[in-house]
């Protein structure tokens, strides 16, 4: 699987693939949003959570590791 292909699925269906096959790297809070980080095949997923409604906000699948730099205080550091 791919980003492209893993963003193709229904909001439902990633949040079942991120909860059966992804694994959480790490959360960070921003303002009024909560951000969780996982690994999926050979990319990564970020979800953003309104903080307020615990609503899912927005989906980001990527493979790019500039990506990650919010998240590098918060990644366990045998991750790093």
């Known amino acids: 699987m791919q980003p492209a292909d ?8 990633q949040l079942d693939t991120l ?8 959360n960070r ?6 951000f969780l980080l996982y ?4 990319f990564y997923v970020e979800l953003r959570h309104d ?11 990527f493979k790019d590791t500039d990506q990650l730099d919010a ?5 366990a550091e045998e991750l790093i």
């Open 6 to 13: 893993f963003t193709a699925l229904s909001t439902q269906q």
């Open 19 to 26: 909860y059966y096959q992804g694994d959480i790297l790490a």
């Open 29 to 34: 809070y921003e303002d009024e949003f909560i």
């Open 39 to 42: 690994s999926l095949h050979n």
């Open 71 to 75: 998240y590098l205080p918060y990644l």
């Open 51 to 61: 903080a307020y409604t615990n609503k899912l906000q927005e989906v980001t699948a």
